[in-house]
């Protein structure tokens, strides 16, 4: 029994130092956040999965020279399914298929790994497990999803690949999730990011081209690529921006004490904050962390809701109706320091506002509030939780 506890302290010692250099290490390679130059594209907002799903699947049957997806999960079910197909009939036919997963989010049997390779669709994982901080490596984890069909089709957004996000899952429900499909100059930028995350993966360099057809009435967007820093920064110099309302969603908030304050700064100077968050969570802990922050949020008038109907997996911040930020960003600790991501900041007015009606939707009809009394009121044990759960918010 001694060897045994002396083996566990040895462990435990062991990973809390590979977390804390390989976290050191990532952060010494830091640069200072230069926001990227505007581009300009034609998006479509979705936010049903069973919708884009369906969209994207024509697009890829149609597909005659490449097809670049990255996920950060897929899964291997109907949805899966259906997609692979589509890949491994587009690749028998003679086109070029690159499917990137992140080592952690991959859930495809062998069986379908081996059909999809002898099909021709070339199958790589990003962030695999490595030394010398295996157990920090393990935690840093390529969370984008992106996909470009022929240079001139992309999708990024919030949906990974599986039933649940198409709202199939008896378990889960109703699935809410934010996601865009662009075409013009802008595709060539997701492009490049899928090229810079597949020679990450396997060394191999991909030639990106602009878009041959660019469509008309193309509106400003700029795409923010991090690898563990700089969406603090991003969301930080939205918020600067605000002159009347932000309004926050995100399936986990969890944004440590320097975000806490950006937004508590927001509420203290005259914005009108709303926040909005799943009532069920899809994670242990995820959301007793997130109540931590919301009694300060609340005793400084921001309003705080969750999402009531299924499962609400969105991330987007929208200030003052005018800037549209939508992504893979969550607003936790992760997606600020370690997670490797890829947002999606629109400013058009008439496109936005095409889009605030669904999102307000969400906030006020499909919500409800969360209260100091509701805080107040909870059990010694959700209290409880809610300690634990601060303890490893760093990692959450």
């Known amino acids: ?75 291997n079910d109907e949805v899966g399914s259906d997609i692979m197909d589509a890949l491994m009939e587009r690749a028998r036919a003679g086109v070029t298929v690159n499917l990137l997963i992140d080592w952690l989010g991959a859930r495809i049997a062998p069986a379908k790994r081996r059909e999809l390779k002898e099909a021709g669709v070339k199958l790589e994982y990003s962030q695999k497990p490595k030394l010398p901080f295996l157990f920090y490596s393990l935690n840093e984890r390529n969370h984008r999803k992106v996909t470009v069909i022929d240079g001139e089709h992309a999708y990024v957004g919030g949906f990974n690949v599986g039933d649940e996000y198409t709202g199939n899952d008896p378990m889960i429900g109703s699935w809410r999730d934010y996601h865009l499909y662009i075409r013009g100059v802008a595709v060539a930028s997701l492009g490049r990011q899928f090229a810079r995350d597949w020679h990450s993966a396997c060394g191999e360099k991909l030639e990106i081209e602009l878009p041959e057809h660019q469509p008309d009435n193309e509106i400003p967007i700029q795409f923010i690529s991090s690898d563990g820093e700089h969406v603090a920064a991003h969301f930080t110099n939205l918020f600067k921006r605000a002159e009347k309302s932000v309004l926050i969603g995100t399936p986990y908030y969890i944004p440590g004490p320097a975000m806490q304050k950006e937004v508590l700064k927001l509420a203290r100077r005259g914005i009108k904050v709303r926040i909005l968050i799943p009532k069920n969570p899809d994670h242990p802990l995820v959301k007793d962390a997130a109540l931590h922050y919301f009694a300060e949020l609340l005793e400084a008038g921001v309003d705080v809701r969750q999402f009531k109907y299924g499962f609400y997996h969105s991330k987007i911040i929208l200030v003052d109706n005018t800037i549209l930020d939508i992504g893979t960003a969550n607003f936790d600790m992760r997606s600020f320091n370690l997670n490797h991501e890829v947002n999606c900041t629109i400013e058009d007015d008439e496109w936005i506002s095409s889009v605030v009606g669904k999102v307000e939707t969400d906030f006020f009809k499909h919500s409800e509030k969360i209260t100091l009394n509701y805080l107040r009121s909870r059990t010694r044990w959700e209290k409880t939780r809610e300690h634990t759960a601060m303890m490893f918010s760093s990692w959450l």
């Open 1 to 75: 029994m001694k060897k045994l506890r002396w083996t566990a302290a040895a462990v435990a010692a062991w990973i809390s130092l590979d977390l804390y250099l390989g976290q050191k290490a990532h952060h010494k390679k830091k640069e200072d956040f230069q926001p990227p130059d505007f581009t300009s594209g034609k998006p479509r907002f979705f936010r049903r999965g069973d919708e884009l799903f369906a969209h994207m699947l024509k697009r890829i049957r149609r597909a005659e020279n490449h097809i670049y997806m990255n996920f950060y999960i897929f899964r």
